[in-house]
């Protein structure tokens, strides 16, 4: 039988210290919120404030992948809740990239309605406070990789993780032996899908513009692609050479007029899996040495190594990288990595780690990226959990040099307006704060439904979602 537990009992700040405390770790809190309300410069912009909102996707676009009435509203909700850096959720280069059926598509076919949506964003923020030259609204493009949903599109193979690539996903059918990679050659024509991408974002107004390196979507794949053959594989330097590439023919054809910013991996740790005994995450396989995994040591894992994130981070800023966002793990097969979470979603597992110890690696290893690039704006993750106490950890960690932006992001969905309050109440709610129970993650992998794709929000504290939920929940529970 699952075990249950309840992690999250704090009453107060104090008690929340007392259990880091207790705990050996590092995480700070403060009491007065005032770095985190200074602007912060990125690029040749002026950031308001140095809260921000992860790119969050409500799979709720229409088929053909342009923003739904739910993808508008939670831009419009971004727009008023105060937060100054805005990076936009998610938005795949092709239909083939898309990681659900309705996931956001940038083409020439949708761009206009996608500016509509950018326009109504700015308005209401400006209606909300004034003039809104200090927000910086972002693009997130993707390719979903061994995540599309139409089918797995990877760039090597992994003896575990193929394991749970499903090529027929309602069967639960994984990927055959002979499955092939991705080619040179698609991956070479990729390059120019970005570049075409990022000129569309630039052209109807977005501020920046994120080349997706993380949670194991294809370009997080190829930076772990230790064993792949060819020019995409093998050494850093082949590794790199997508990015690389991408950077420069962007900058080639735009200038330094667009912000180039990438939310990356700094760390993918190994595939966990469901304890059938005890419903707790254990590592899916243990193999004595791990190429397969960015910013993980080889001889030991899963502990990381950070030598290839920071040498692959000062690349990009040579490079003329302007934005770095860390992240980590895979939403698909170690979610408490990536998320730490009070209660796993239904398809997940109990946490195997004290949510705090995850919180803890995230400002550790963000700590570490910050310090070795000093001069560039570093956006921390992993907040989320810390429900209220989010802006209190964040503004330790910006006033000790280790972060720039402290942004949230199953805590946008539940708390869209967190950066508002605080700027007026001096702190966050805690009956508006996310209480990380994974309802918003299982309603992304519900799919029985006409579109092949429930809507995703807060159920706990957006209502829309409630009625959403229950008729979700039995779908899975039928599986």
């Known amino acids: 039988m699952a075990i249950k537990r309840k992690h999250f009992r704090y009453r107060d700040i104090d008690e929340l210290r007392a259990e880091i405390e207790k705990l050996g770790l590092s995480i700070r809190l403060e009491n007065r919120i005032d770095k985190l309300l200074e602007p912060v410069r990125v690029g040749h912009k002026t950031v308001g404030n140095a809260l921000g909102i992860h790119p969050m996707e409500g799979c709720d676009c229409t088929s053909d992948g342009k923003p739904g009435e739910l993808t508008v509203r939670r831009w419009e909700r971004f727009g008023t809740g105060g937060s100054k850096l805005i990076w936009g959720e998610a938005t795949a280069v092709l239909d083939e990239a898309k990681a659900n059926s309705r996931q956001l598509l940038i083409s020439k076919d949708t761009v206009g309605s996608i500016a509509s949506m950018l326009e109504i964003t700015r308005t209401s923020h400006r209606n909300t406070f004034g003039p809104n030259e200090e927000v910086l609204v972002g693009m997130q493009l993707t390719h979903s990789g061994r995540y599309c949903y139409q089918k797995p599109m990877i760039a090597f193979r992994h003896p575990v993780v193929d394991r749970i690539t499903l090529l027929d996903k309602k069967r639960g059918v994984p990927i055959p032996d002979d499955y092939p990679v991705v080619s040179d050659d698609y991956l070479e024509r990729l390059e120019d899908v970005y570049v075409e991408a990022a000129k569309l974002a630039w052209h109807i107004g977005f501020d920046f513009v994120d080349l997706k390196q993380c949670h194991s979507y294809l370009l997080n794949e190829l930076l772990a692609a230790k064993t792949r053959k060819g020019k ?192 007026e109440n001096g702190g966050m709610l805690k009956k508006k704060s996310c209480v990380a129970v994974s309802y918003c993650t299982a309603l992304m992998r519900a799919k029985a439904t006409p579109l092949g794709q429930y809507p995703s929000g807060c159920v706990p504290r957006d209502k829309i979602y409630a009625p959403i939920y229950k008729e979700a929940e039995k779908a899975l529970a039928s599986k």
């Open 232 to 423: 995409y594989g093998g050494s850093f330097e082949n590794r790199t050479r997508f990015i690389r590439n991408v950077i420069g023919k962007i900058q080639a054809e735009i200038g330094n007029d667009l912000i180039l910013g990438s939310r990356l991996n700094v760390y993918d740790g190994i595939a966990y899996t469901q304890d059938v005994d005890t419903g707790i995450g254990v590592p899916s396989e243990m193999l004595d040495m791990y190429p397969y995994g960015f910013g993980v040591d080889e001889d030991t894992p899963p502990n990381s190594d950070m030598a290839e994130p920071k040498k692959l981070i000062r690349l990009l800023k040579e490079l003329g990288v302007k934005l770095i966002n860390v992240s980590m793990g895979s939403p698909y097969y170690n979610p408490h990595i990536g998320r730490p979470f009070e209660r796993p979603p239904i398809d997940g597992y109990e946490t195997p780690e004290h949510p705090l110890i995850g919180v803890d690696r995230h400002f550790r290893l963000t700590k570490q990226v910050q310090e070795d690039n000093p001069d560039l704006p570093i956006v921390g993750t992993g907040y989320s959990w810390l429900q209220n106490y989010v802006v209190n950890a964040g503004e330790a960690n910006a006033r000790d040099g280790h972060v720039s932006f402290v942004a949230v992001g199953r805590g946008a969905l539940a708390y869209p307006d967190f950066a508002k309050d605080t700027t």
